[in-house]
């Protein structure tokens, strides 16, 4: 009896805390995630679910291509090898699992509130989102999500490169 | 048995303490300090229903941060190492039905990448060879009410 006893109290004492930390601390996340609608391939309206408090924007192919050709920074959050395979012309890589402070190292002097646009395979695909939540994380403020991801790019037969370096020379 | 007096000794117990404590502290500051990108994680298993995803991010790491403590301080042993133990099962299933599944847990998409597997069997591993420390504590530990107030096993002895 003891040992339920002891048990809740541990239980009780973090159901308390993490409370009152997710309310008052300021790194607090919603208590429900929300389900945004998000279009896709085709203008159909897929449902996301965000977790994070900072909202998340997306935009499919045609904002991406307006973006693109203004010179927007664009950044491939798959692995090096799908990267190398094939990626959007001048695209940089970081994949998504890596740690923030390489995030961080990778990005450089890019001032926190440039935009910058991040995409990974198409809309299956979280790497782009995870990637998005770390550099929130550590102050960009202007993230913004390409739903489509590589798969709507090549589909809409915009410009490429392959290799290791953003444009292959 | 000599083999038994060493595992219940109290260094033997304090090392396991202190392994075992000191890892889930470690582990759980990082998900406190970045709760959204635990939620994301959380979301990439597609293994929690949605609407409880952000609970698990908010409660999960203090529950583990709350255990590891008292197992380092020496309080109530036996029951945060219950806890903690019960966790270590929940990650095992969780890592063991997504490797099934060939699901990678940073993009929530299903990869062939070779790199997320041996990244997720050694996470695995880890945690298998984690429940060594908290089944020694939880046989052998003894959760005592006063020094000068027998424990159970004390008074049957």
């Given at each position: 009896?003891?040992?339920?006893r ?89 994949a ?7 995030i ?16 990974c395979?198409?809309?299956?695909c ?21 739903f489509g ?8 037969g ?12 | 048995?000599?083999i038994?007096d ?26 406190i ?64 039905i997504n ?16 790199d ?42």
């Amino acid at each position: 009896m003891m040992y339920i006893r002891n048990t809740a109290v541990i239980v009780l004492t973090a159901v308390i805390i993490s409370t009152l930390y997710n309310t008052f601390s300021g790194r607090g996340i919603p208590w429900f995630p929300q389900k945004v609608e998000v279009k896709g391939a085709g203008g159909i309206a897929r449902p996301q679910l965000i977790v994070t408090a900072a909202p998340m924007k997306y935009i499919e192919v045609a904002e991406a291509r307006a973006k693109y050709e203004r010179g927007i920074a664009f950044i491939d959050s798959r692995e090096d090898h799908e990267y190398e395979a094939g990626h959007i012309r001048g695209a940089r890589h970081i994949a998504a699992a890596h740690s923030p402070e390489d995030i961080r190292k990778s990005l450089g002097a890019i001032p926190k509130d440039q935009e910058i646009v991040i995409y990974c395979d198409g809309e299956e695909c979280g790497a782009s989102t995870t990637l998005a939540t770390k550099l929130q994380s550590l102050g960009f403020t202007n993230v913004q999500i390409f739903f489509g991801g590589w798969t709507e790019w090549k589909k809409a037969g915009l410009p490429t490169s392959r290799g290791s370096k953003p444009v292959s020379s | 048995m000599q083999i038994k007096d060493a595992l219940a000794s109290t260094p033997a117990l304090l090392i396991s303490r202190l392994i075992l404590g000191g890892l889930f502290v470690y582990a759980a500051w990082d998900k406190i300090v970045h709760p959204d990108q635990f939620a994301q994680i959380v979301l990439n298993y597609k293994l929690m229903p949605d609407m409880g995803i952000n609970l698990l991010a908010i409660f999960l790491p203090w529950l583990e941060m709350v255990a590891g403590l008292l197992l380092i301080l020496g309080i109530f042993p036996k029951e945060s190492a219950a806890i903690l133990a019960g966790l270590l099962l929940v990650f095992i299933l969780a890592i063991g039905i997504n490797l099934a599944r060939g699901l990678d847990f940073d993009c929530g998409c299903f990869s062939t990448s070779t790199d997320q597997k041996s990244a997720s069997y050694l996470l695995m591993l880890r945690d298998i060879l984690l429940l060594l420390p908290a089944v020694h504590i939880m046989l052998f530990s003894r959760t005592r009410r006063a020094a000068s107030v027998p424990t159970p096993e004390e008074r049957l002895a």
